[in-house]
C-alpha cells in the first residue's frame, strides 16, 4: 500500500524513491510485523488464558512436560494476521507471488487451526487424521500446480533447479504435483514436529527463512541472477517482502516462545510457517535447496520416520530413547535450554551451508 501511496510522489520529494527498493521494504515489512506481534501477543495471551484455549499435553512425550499443560497455544492466530497486514503495508499489492503465498499462509493456518480447535475439544491430543490432512495438502497443491502454469513459461513449470550446476533443472512433468505434495507435506509435518521445546521451532525456522529470502531477493535481481546462474523470474523478488514479515512475526513470537513459554504457536502456527517454506521454494524452483536450509526440520522428521519404522521392523526396539530427537536428547538429561540453543546453531549451520552452494556452481 505504502508502495502504491508514496512512491507516485518522488517526483515532489526526492525521499519516496526508497519505495522503489525491495531491500527497504523487507526490512520495513519486518519491523512492522516484530512491533505488531510483541503489541498484540500479550493481550492474544491473556484472552486465551481466560477462555481456556490452552495447551494439551501428550503423554508421549517427557513427564517433565507435564508442568506446560495450561500454556496458552494457537498463537498463530497472531502471526497470521500481522503478517498479512505487514505485507499488505509494504509489498507491491498487484504481484502474484504474493497473493498466492500469503493464500497458502492462510489456508494452512486455518487448517492448523481446525487441528487445534479438535484436539482441545475431542481426545487429547487428537485432531484432524493425517488422511484429512494429506487430502487438504493435497488440493492446495492442486492449485498451487494449477497457478504456477499460469505465472511461468511452460520449459520452467514442473522443472526444479538442482544444486551445484549452472542453470540445469530437473524436468518432472506430470510428476511435479508429486514434488509439490511432498514439499508441503514434508515442511508443514517437520515444523509441526519440531515445534516439541520452547522456542525450538521458531527459532530453528528462523534460519531456513532467511535463505528464502536472499534466494527470492537473488531471483529477482536480473544481475545477481545472471552472476550466480540462477533462474530470473521477474517480480518474484516481492517475495522478499513476504519472507521479512514472516522473519520479523517470528521473531517477536519467539519474544514470549522462549523458555518458559507464554504461548505455543500451535498447528496454526506450524502449518502455516511450513507451508510458507515450502511456498517460497516452489515459486522460486528451490525445492532441493530448501532441504539443505532446513536440514535440522529434515532430521527431526527422519528421527520419528526411523523410529516408527524401526519399532515396527523389530517388534519394539528403538533407535531413539525417545523421538523427534530433541525428545532423546531431554531423555538422556539434557537441560531444555541447552538443546533448544544447540539445535538453533544446527539449523543455522545448514543455513549457511544452503547459502554458500548458491556460489558453488
Not at 13 to 41: D, E, G, K, P
Not at 92 to 98: C, E, G, K, L, T
Request: hydrophobic fraction near 50%; charged fraction near 15%.
Amino acid at each position: 500500500m505504502f508502495y502504491q501511496l508514496l512512491f507516485p510522489l518522488r517526483d515532489k520529494f526526492f525521499a519516496f524513491n526508497i519505495f522503489r527498493y525491495i531491500s527497504f521494504r523487507t526490512f520495513s515489512a519486518a519491523l512492522t510485523a516484530f512491533v505488531l506481534t510483541l503489541l498484540l501477543l500479550p493481550v492474544f495471551i491473556k484472552k486465551m488464558k481466560n477462555t481456556g484455549h490452552t495447551e494439551r499435553i501428550s503423554e508421549h512425550v517427557p513427564q517433565g512436560h507435564k508442568k506446560k499443560e495450561g500454556t496458552v497455544t494457537s498463537g498463530g492466530l497472531v502471526f497470521l494476521p500481522v503478517v498479512l497486514i505487514s505485507v499488505f503495508l509494504w509489498a507491491i499489492p498487484w504481484n502474484p507471488f504474493v497473493y498466492l503465498s500469503l493464500f497458502v499462509l492462510l489456508y494452512l493456518g486455518i487448517l492448523g487451526y481446525v487441528d487445534d480447535r479438535m484436539k482441545k475439544r475431542g481426545h487429547k491430543k487428537g485432531g484432524l487424521s493425517q488422511k484429512a490432512k494429506l487430502l487438504y495438502q493435497t488440493i492446495l497443491s492442486v492449485f498451487v500446480l494449477f497457478c504456477i502454469y499460469r505465472l511461468y513459461p511452460t520449459e520452467y513449470a514442473t522443472s526444479t533447479q538442482v544444486l551445484f550446476f549452472k542453470n540445469v533443472f530437473l524436468e518432472l512433468g506430470v510428476f511435479y504435483l508429486l514434488l509439490v505434495i511432498f514439499v508441503f507435506v514434508g515442511t508443514t509435518n517437520a515444523v509441526n514436529l519440531t515445534d516439541g521445546l520452547d522456542g525450538l521451532a521458531a527459532g530453528a525456522s528462523l534460519p531456513p527463512m532467511a535463505v528464502m529470502l536472499v534466494v527470492a531477493y537473488v531471483t529477482g535481481h536480473r544481475i545477481l541472477s545472471n552472476y550466480l546462474n540462477i533462474l530470473y523470474i521477474p517480480g518474484i523478488g516481492e517475495l522478499s517482502v513476504f519472507a521479512g514479515a514472516l522473519i520479523g512475526a517470528l521473531t517477536g513470537f519467539l519474544w514470549f516462545n522462549s523458555y518458559p513459554a507464554e504461548v505455543f504457536m500451535g498447528d496454526t502456527g506450524s502449518q502455516a510457517l511450513g507451508g510458507s517454506l515450502g511456498i517460497l521454494a516452489i515459486l522460486t524452483k528451490q525445492e532441493v535447496l530448501l532441504a539443505v536450509a532446513g536440514g535440522l526440520l529434515v532430521i527431526e522428521a527422519l528421527s520419528v520416520i526411523l523410529q516408527v519404522a524401526y519399532f515396527r521392523s523389530t517388534g519394539g526396539k528403538r533407535i531413539f530413547k525417545k523421538a523427534p530427537l530433541h525428545h532423546h536428547f531431554e531423555e538422556k538429561g539434557w537441560a531444555e535450554p541447552k538443546i533448544v540453543v544447540r539445535f538453533w546453531i544446527i539449523s543455522l549451520v545448514f543455513a549457511i551451508i544452503a547459502i554458500s552452494t548458491l556460489k558453488i556452481r
